[in-house]
């Protein structure tokens, strides 16, 4: 299993932005997925998680009404969808995935995408 994250960049305050991350890999529809990001001197933190369907997802308070995850199973994708965004919101993105349950803890997920810097301005 290898996960590609994209979608990175440069953006204002109040900008919009789109991640995706690439599964490879056999059976998508049976890995839960999640992003996560790592702010400059700081932890990992949970961002957001989806479920195998995408019939549930979880969000971390600071991002819930402004981010949207979402998948698609037949394309082996999982893309969060950042609106509104703000300097505190600057970190490496990372995609998680795994065969177990969706968590918010980063300790659940076995696979990690390499992460794609989003940078917002003030």
């Known amino acids: 299993v290898q996960l590609q994250a994209s979608g990175g960049g440069l953006v204002r305050t109040g900008d919009s932005l789109r991640l995706s991350c690439a599964f490879s890999?056999?059976?998508?529809?049976?890995?839960?997925s999640a992003w996560f990001r790592q702010a400059p001197g700081k932890e990992r933190e949970f961002v957001a998680a989806?479920?195998?369907?995408?019939?549930?997802?979880y969000y971390a308070d600071s991002v819930r009404g402004r981010f949207t995850i979402s998948r698609d199973n037949a394309m082996n994708t999982v893309t969060l969808v950042m609106n509104n965004l703000t300097p505190e919101d600057t970190a490496v993105y990372y995609c998680?995935?795994?065969?177990?349950?969706?968590?918010?803890?980063?300790?659940?997920?076995?696979?990690w995408g390499q992460g794609t810097l989003v940078t917002v301005s003030s």
């Open positions: 989806i479920s195998r369907s995408g019939g549930s997802t």
């Open positions: 998680a995935a795994d065969r177990s349950r969706t968590s918010t803890s980063q300790a659940l997920y076995e696979y």
């Open positions: 890999g056999r059976a998508f529809s049976t890995y839960v």
